[in-house]
C-alpha cells in the first residue's frame, strides 16, 4: 500500500487529454512537500518527467504539465501519443517517513 | 552525459548478504547526493537510502534500517549498498539515482537513474 495513491490505469484515444492524480495527506502533499512525476517504459528504468513546479527537464515536451491543490497534484498530458503509453510515477516527501512514492499508473493510449 | 551503471545483483537465501555497487560517470560524482530505489516485480517504487556528497548525511527507510548500509568511494565514481538479513520481501531491482538537489532537502528529485540490477531473495 503506497503512501501517495495513484489510480492503477488511465487511457485515452490519440490527440485527448488524460490527467493522473497522486493523492496525499496532510504529512506529505498536503504538508507543502513539492511532488514530482517520473515515467517509465516497459523494462525500463525511471525517467524524470516534472520536477519541482511544473518544472520539465530539457526534452520533455510541454504537452506534459503538473498541478497540486490542497492534499493532491496531477499530471497532465495534452496531445495523447501512442508513445506516450507507460507507467507514471509521482514522488513527494512525507515527514514521518521520508521521500515517498506513488503506486504507479498504466497510462493506455487507445 | 550522465550515465549509472547498477552491477552485484543476483540470488541470495534469505538471511544471506549481497553488496551492489554502482559506477558514475559524465558527471562530477563527488558533488551529487546520490540515492538506492527499488522496484519489487510488478510493483511500484520504493525509495531505500540517501548519502550526501561527503558521507557525513545519510538516511535510511524504516525498511531496510539496521540491514542495509549505503557508502560512496567519491575517488572511484563508485556508490555501494551493502545489504544483510536479506528477506525474501527484498526481492526487487534495485536502482542508483543521482539527486536533483546537491543539499540536504526535503523537496528533491531523482534526475538520472541506472538501469537497475535484479535481487532475487529465495530459498
Known amino acids: 500500500q503506497s503512501v501517495l495513491t495513484q489510480p492503477p490505469s488511465v487511457s485515452g484515444a490519440p490527440g485527448q487529454r488524460v490527467t493522473i492524480s497522486c493523492t496525499g495527506s496532510?504529512?506529505?502533499?498536503?504538508?507543502?512537500?513539492?511532488v514530482h512525476w517520473y515515467r517509465q517504459l516497459p523494462g525500463t528504468a525511471p525517467k524524470l518527467l516534472i520536477f519541482?513546479?511544473?518544472n520539465r527537464p530539457s526534452g520533455v515536451p510541454d504537452r506534459f504539465s503538473a498541478s497540486k491543490s490542497g492534499t493532491s497534484a496531477s499530471l497532465a498530458i495534452t496531445g495523447l501519443q501512442a508513445e506516450d503509453e507507460a507507467d507514471f510515477f509521482c514522488?513527494?516527501?512525507?515527514?514521518?517517513?521520508?521521500?515517498?512514492f506513488g503506486g504507479g499508473t498504466k497510462l493506455t493510449v487507445l | 552525459q550522465v550515465q549509472l551503471v547498477e552491477s552485484g545483483g543476483g540470488l541470495v537465501k534469505p538471511g544471506g548478504s549481497l553488496r551492489l555497487s554502482c559506477a558514475a560517470s559524465?558527471?562530477?560524482?563527488?558533488?551529487?547526493?546520490m540515492s538506492w530505489i527499488r522496484q519489487a516485480p510488478g510493483k511500484g517504487l520504493e525509495w531505500i537510502s540517501k548519502?550526501?556528497?561527503?558521507?557525513?548525511?545519510?538516511y535510511y527507510a524504516d525498511s531496510v534500517k539496521g540491514r542495509f548500509t549505503i557508502s560512496r568511494d567519491n575517488a572511484k565514481n563508485t556508490l555501494f549498498l551493502e545489504m544483510n538479513s536479506l528477506r525474501v520481501d527484498d526481492t526487487a531491482v534495485y536502482y542508483c539515482?543521482?539527486?536533483?538537489?546537491?543539499?540536504?532537502?526535503?523537496?528533491?528529485?531523482?534526475?538520472?537513474w541506472g538501469q537497475g540490477t535484479l535481487v532475487t531473495v529465495s530459498s
Open positions: 559524465g558527471f562530477r560524482f563527488s558533488d551529487s547526493f
Open positions: 514522488q513527494s516527501y512525507d515527514s514521518n517517513l521520508g521521500v515517498v
Open positions: 496532510s504529512s506529505n502533499i498536503g504538508g507543502a512537500y513539492d
Open positions: 539515482a543521482r539527486d536533483g538537489l546537491d543539499y540536504d532537502s526535503s523537496g528533491d528529485w531523482f534526475d538520472s
Open positions: 519541482g513546479h511544473n
Open positions: 548519502i550526501s556528497q561527503s558521507g557525513n548525511i545519510i
